[in-house]
């Protein structure tokens, strides 16, 4: 029988690389490590990268073996999940690696001005009603300018087509630079090249992806930069609803499309 979720949140609050902060805490209590999570966590300066939504903290962990020098940072509400990801850390002495422990929405309290080098975005709800709570909606990448380095790179790793469309028409409307898009990952370029850096990078896979790659799912993938000048647009279409319901997602609606 696996943890249960008290002792999981007992274990993250004894743990010295899990900063805890939900919503409720934010307002009453600063946060001590903003511009400084390099000199006096890591005590080091080099970049640093988050995972945003982090889940399992897959990616987080992946991520910071394959790239001992730089900083990794997982970001999620959910503590009982990212508990697997901060216990794999602590057991193999990942120094590179911090969780933090927070709703998404007040993520630029926490980081100061080009305190991070580039986002992950791994399996975000899509979000197809509601606008603003698209991790890639400008309401997001407004605060992701906020501490992200100039021209800080975006990759965005999603099983829906809706929230990989609408990506897509977001960086098209705000002629983001774009580096790489597929909507086939496992079956594009970097497959065919599996020992490049990328390929590796792309290989890592959380648990909820390794099961949509089981119901034959396209997993999508791209990869821009975010600018900090210039003025960003919603993008003005009517995009396809995923069809299908996957780990608490629905489309809550009858409708086929939405903007």
């Known amino acids: 029988m696996g943890k249960g979720k008290l002792a999981k949140f007992a274990d993250m609050a004894a743990y010295p690389h899990v900063f805890e902060y939900p919503y409720s805490m934010v307002d009453n209590v600063p946060f001590e490590m903003k511009g400084q999570w390099g000199a006096r966590f890591f005590r080091n300066d080099r970049p640093i990268v988050l995972e945003l939504g982090c889940g399992r903290g897959e990616y987080t962990t992946g991520l910071a073996r394959l790239y001992p020098e730089k900083n990794f940072i997982g970001v999620d509400i959910k503590g009982a999940r990212m508990w697997t990801g901060a216990t794999e850390a602590l057991r193999e002495g990942l120094s590179n690696v911090a969780f933090l422990r927070t709703n998404i ?25 509601k606008v603003k709570k698209r991790l890639t909606s400008t309401y997001f990448m407004e605060r992701y300018r906020r501490f992200l380095s100039d021209n800080g790179r975006i990759h965005l790793k999603t099983d829906s087509n809706f929230l ?46 390794q099961q949509w790659l089981d119901r034959g799912l396209n997993i999508r993938y791209m990869r821009f930069l975010l600018p900090r000048e210039g003025r960003l647009e919603e993008p003005e279409v009517e995009i396809e609803m995923d069809e299908y319901r996957s780990y608490n997602r629905s489309k809550r609606s009858g409708s086929t499309t939405s903007k």
């Open 105 to 129: 929405e007040l993520i630029d309290r926490f980081f100061a001005p080009d305190e991070v080098s580039e986002i992950w975005l791994t399996f975000s709800d899509p979000q197809m009603k």
């Open 164 to 209: 990989f469309t609408y990506t897509s028409y977001m960086v098209e409307k705000n002629r983001l630079p774009l580096e790489f898009s597929t909507t086939d990952l496992y079956h594009s370029v970097l497959a065919e090249h599996p020992d490049t850096e990328e390929a590796l990078i792309l290989g890592i896979q959380t648990y909820y992806e």
